[in-house]
């Protein structure tokens, strides 16, 4: 269920708004649930990714975060966060109704740690 299983895909943004937020009720900070799923619509640069980067944080590594957001520079922050800290990311899938989808690996170090 969620995001990896295609559940979200192709539904229109006002699906995506209902079922973003039955995923998140109970969530303790309200922006994520235990599934991995993180709405970030709305927020603007910086908050998408160091949003993303907090939830990361309390994440096992190979665990996946699946994260909407619709700031026209998320592509780009979320790329260069999972660069920089190790993360993988595939290619953000483009939502109906504006915005993007993206699907975090968590990596098991930051790329710049020693190795």
């Avoid at 920089?84 to 990311?89: N, P």
């Avoid at 989808?101 to 990596?107: D, P």
């Amino acid at each position: 269920m969620g995001f990896a299983s295609g559940e979200w895909v192709g539904m229109t943004a006002e699906g995506l708004d209902r079922k973003s937020a039955e995923a998140n009720k109970g969530a303790a900070d309200g922006e994520t649930d235990l599934c991995g799923r993180l709405d970030l619509r709305g927020l603007k640069c910086p908050l998408p990714a160091l949003r993303t980067r907090k939830a990361l944080s309390r994440r096992a590594p190979g665990s996946r975060l699946s994260v909407l957001a619709d700031d026209p520079l998320a592509p780009l922050d979320l790329a260069h966060l999972c660069r920089m800290e190790g993360h993988e990311a595939e290619p953000p899938v483009t939502l109906e109704g504006g915005g993007w989808r993206f699907e975090i690996t968590k990596g098991e170090r930051p790329a710049s740690a020693p190795q």
